[in-house]
Structures are given as C-alpha cells and as structure tokens.
C-alpha cells in the first residue's frame, strides 16, 4: 500500500512539474505586460473615438436641426432666382400670396357646410329625443 501511494505520489509530483513548465512557456509567449499596456493604449484610442464621433453628433444635428437655416436657405434660393429670372421670379412669390388668401375663403365654405350639417344632426337628435 505504502507502495503504491509512493508511486501514486511520484507520478502527480511528475504532472505538476511539467504543468508548472508549459505554464512557464505560456506565460513568456503571452508577454502579459506589454498585453496591458496594449489594452490600455487601445481602451484610449477607443475614448477618443467616442468623443470625436459624440462631437460629430452633435455639430451635425445643431446644423441639420435648425429652422432658421431653413427660412435663410428659401430667402436666398429666392433671390438667387430673382437675380436670375428677374422680374418673372419676382412676380411669383405674389401670385403664390395670392393663392394662400384665397384657400382660407374655401375653408370658410366648408366650415359653413359643417355648421348646416351640425344643425340638422342636432334637429335630429332632438326628434329622437321627443
């Protein structure tokens, strides 16, 4: 018995050794220092990015999301016609005044056509009601 456990004994001593080796062979393969110091470098490349990205963000969204930009942009697409078509161009905006008044007058029609139509439902509601 004493034996076989000397022997049982000699033969785990025998793995460990040479698992301590290829840990060893590993461990200067791996070069864990320099791994580190890679990770870090890349963990503040990868901070800059972020913040560069977020900024671009933010620049792009501050010019695309303003509304006087827009208004700005359609005066001076206004009198870069203006400039080029002359007098014609200038007339347009006019006529299209023009159409802009008169589109509240077939409201006003329409709404007069709801208010009849409001006081025969109403007509009917009290029949039924009686």
């Not at 590993?26 to 800059?48: D, G, H, R």
């Not at 792009?60 to 009198?79: G, N, Q, T, W």
Request: charged share 35%; hydrophobic share 40%; net charge negative.
């Amino acid at each position: 018995m004493h034996l076989g456990e000397s022997v049982a004994i000699a033969r785990t001593v025998g793995h460990l050794s040479k698992s301590a080796e290829v840990m060893k062979l590993v461990n200067n393969l791996m070069k864990a220092p320099e791994v580190a110091i890679t990770m870090q470098e890349f963990s503040k490349e990868m901070t800059k990015a972020g913040v560069m990205e977020e900024m671009v963000n933010d620049a792009v969204e501050s010019a695309l999301d303003s509304e006087d930009m827009e208004e700005e942009i359609e005066e001076e697409v206004d009198k870069v016609l203006t400039a080029i078509a002359g007098e014609t161009t200038a007339q347009l905006p006019q006529a299209v005044r023009k159409e802009k008044l008169k589109q509240p007058a077939v409201e006003d029609v329409e709404g007069a056509d709801d208010e009849e139509d409001l006081e025969e439902l109403r007509a009917r509601l009290a029949k039924v009601r009686s």
